[in-house]
């Protein structure tokens, strides 16, 4: 009973893990970027949903109708004024531009909502579904859970079937060759961004029903987020799918067997032994950095 | 001439205020007013400021010089230095984390000029023996000896730990183990947790698999609510839940009544305890700062009016001293008595309440003497 409650929790946490690892590993394939900010666009996401339940009373699960496309916007501008300054810079000014903006990010929400975290109570947040042999799986979860499937589905087939989804791949595999291509990378930079934003987004009000909303919040995935995309392979939209399943499991496990105060060592532990056998992560290219 | 006419006219005026009476006495008050515990802080900051505004109102002249240590032991002991060298004040009220205050009370023989310790919780700060730090709130061992004393009379058998891992949990549960072992109680699970995480289910499907009479949660604001939702879904139901202070004392956690219905906690101080003047402290605050005083903003004012009142009938710091130790007190805190005990040194012996949720309202349930509600036990949903 232990094994299937701890499999089935971990999964449904990993899905949502995987959510915010496939935004930051879309950017860095497409843009070359390590977008620092990350974190702090998903606290944005939780806030989003936040207030669209307080104020406007809607769900934060169909909030998300407005919040996809409110944070698409808001990524596709950020790369207007600000990422595609340094695209072909050093990656330590793309690295420090990132924090910076994550940094302006978190301190405003600081500013504006203050430090008091806050809680989003829906009707359904401490409901659950009980199964035969005491397994009992958390309603919340569970529906961010499919929804991040949909997501996943809808973004694939968007990648690998659409004109600007085949675009943005053929951007990621090669940009020169894409722009020799009649391809405008400029363009998809944005877009990328947009949709790695808008995906940060959806991973923090997805979140937010079963979490508690802060301005440092995101700071605590931004982490999970690196190691899903580095475990996955950077770049690689299905190995942050996989990674963050995994690393959802490998926590719930290991608070399982071992003791959650040990979970954030087996799942480091795990990440070096990834990279250390398969530097370029698990479904990675051989040859890429 | 007209230059000269207005320098005496500025000095005159300068010294307007030392002859109208005598010196007001000065008193320094260390606070968390920014950094982590800022939210305390703030009631702290509120409940010295009552206190001060009433006291002058009665005509006892004051001079309250504030200091910010923003959490930090470091400003604090520069700001207990800069008001006992600079300011000359002869007695200093704070700080409020326990970390602070510890660091402080360790140099306050050294300059003799008494600390007042409003709400720090570290057995440590009254326990080595110093002559000027005195301390007002119950220090942390109290917190589960009185949880666990609330529910001795209805048998419990065996206790669960969940706790965070931090200074205050570690510290928390290992006096709380102590005194379940001196009741009897068997330990079926220990959980330390890393704060912050979003998935507790694993760590509380384990303590459900144990069936614990009690359960003993130490947890800061928001992972208390996580924790308690996450317990619900699984289906967990103890005969108890006892939270140790912290994220189960607050209005925010009492407002999630689908979760927080029936959790017992230890507090030093609530408003519809019977100590002689609570309610109306309570009520007073409420029409000042629009919210409802924490057990933090009664701690500052008692603290503060004891430090005042005894301070305007000395006239340095070892009057004041002396007048603290031998002084008794009956306000919004009860009885206070600085006295020596079982280790501890100027320590108020202050009996700590157990406070149960009920339907969103923290209620008095125990010791009996200082409550109007009844403990409901067992726990149920």
Redesign the interface.
């Known amino acids: 009973m232990f094994f299937l409650q701890s499999l089935l929790s971990g999964i449904l946490t990993g899905g949502v893990y995987a959510l915010a690892g496939i935004g930051m590993s879309l950017v860095f394939g497409v843009m070359n970027i390590s977008n620092f900010a990350h974190g702090d666009l998903m606290m944005l996401g939780m806030y989003l949903a936040y207030f669209a339940f307080t104020l406007l009373h809607i769900d934060p699960y169909l909030s998300l109708l407005l919040i996809i496309p409110t944070a698409f916007l808001f990524g596709f501008i950020i790369e207007k004024l600000f990422i595609h300054r340094i695209i072909n810079h050093p990656h330590q000014n793309q690295i420090l531009l990132t924090i910076g903006l994550g940094l302006i990010m978190s301190n405003s929400a600081l500013l504006a909502f203050t430090s008091d975290p806050k809680i989003l109570t829906t009707t359904y947040s401490s409901s659950a579904f009980h199964f035969f042999g005491g397994i009992s799986l958390s309603v919340p979860l569970l529906l961010s859970f499919v929804i991040t499937c949909g997501i996943i589905g809808v973004l694939f087939f968007f990648l690998s079937k659409s004109t600007t989804g085949l675009a943005l791949w053929a951007t990621s595999q090669n940009r020169e060759a894409a722009q020799l291509m009649g391809i405008n990378v400029a363009k998809m930079s944005a877009i990328a961004f947009g949709l790695g934003t808008a995906l940060a987004a959806t991973a923090g009000a997805l979140i937010a029903p079963t979490y508690y909303i802060h301005p440092m919040a995101g700071h605590t995935f931004l982490l999970k987020a690196f190691t899903i995309c580095v475990l996955g392979g950077l770049g690689s939209v299905i190995g942050a799918g996989v990674g963050g399943v995994i690393i959802g499991v490998v926590e719930s496990m290991a608070s399982t067997y071992l003791s959650s105060d040990w979970k954030d060592v087996v799942v480091f532990i795990i990440f070096l032994a990834v990279l250390l056998l398969r530097p370029q992560g698990l479904f990675g290219k051989k040859g890429e950095q | 001439m007209k230059k000269k006419l207005v320098s005496m006219v500025a000095t005159a005026m300068l010294l307007l205020p030392l002859l109208g009476h005598a010196a007001p006495i000065k008193i320094g008050f260390i606070n968390s007013i920014t950094g982590k515990e800022?939210?305390i802080g703030e009631n702290l900051t509120n409940g010295a400021a009552m206190a001060i505004e009433e006291l002058k109102a009665k005509g006892i002249q004051v001079e309250l010089i504030k200091e910010d240590d923003g959490g930090d032991p470091k400003n604090a002991l520069a700001a207990y230095e800069k008001l006992v060298t600079r300011d000359g004040v002869i007695g200093v009220v704070g700080p409020y984390t326990s970390g602070s205050a510890n660091v402080v009370a360790s140099r306050a023989d050294q300059y003799q000029v008494p600390l007042l310790v409003p709400a720090a919780a570290k057995e440590d700060i009254t326990m080595k023996g110093y002559k000027n730090v005195f301390r007002l709130n119950a220090p942390a061992n109290v917190y589960s000896s009185v949880l666990m004393s609330a529910v001795a009379a209805y048998k419990p058998k065996t206790i669960a730990y969940v706790y965070a891992?931090t200074d205050f949990g570690v510290s928390t549960v290992k006096t709380a183990q102590e005194n379940a072992a001196k009741m009897g109680l068997k330990e079926v699970a220990n959980?330390?947790?890393?704060q912050?995480?979003?998935?507790?289910?694993?760590?509380l499907?384990?303590v459900?698999?144990a069936n614990p009479d009690l359960i003993f949660l130490v947890s800061y604001?928001?992972d208390a609510?996580?924790l308690?939702?996450?317990a619900?879904?699984?289906?967990l139901t103890p005969k108890a839940f006892l939270g140790a202070g912290a994220g189960y004392t607050t209005a925010?956690f009492a407002q999630?009544t689908?979760?927080s219905n029936l959790v017992v906690s230890a507090t030093q101080w609530t408003d519809d305890v019977n100590w002689p003047g609570a309610a109306d402290f309570a009520r007073r605050y409420q029409a000042k700062y629009s919210k409802e005083p924490s057990y933090h903003a009664a701690c500052a004012y008692e603290a503060m009016k004891i430090m005042v009142v005894t301070a305007s009938k000395s006239k340095t710091p070892t009057q004041l001293r002396a007048g603290l130790k031998a002084g008794s007190w009956n306000g919004i805190l009860g009885p206070v008595k600085f006295a020596d005990y079982s280790g501890f040194t100027n320590q108020n012996n202050h009996p700590m309440l157990v406070q149960q949720i009920i339907n969103g309202k923290y209620e008095t349930v125990y010791p009996a003497q200082f409550s109007k509600k009844k403990l409901i036990y067992p726990f149920t949903r």
């Open positions: 800022a939210q891992a959980e330390k947790y890393q912050g995480q979003p998935d507790y289910r694993p760590s499907a384990k459900k698999a604001d928001a609510i996580l308690m939702r996450q619900k879904e699984i289906g925010q999630q689908e979760i």
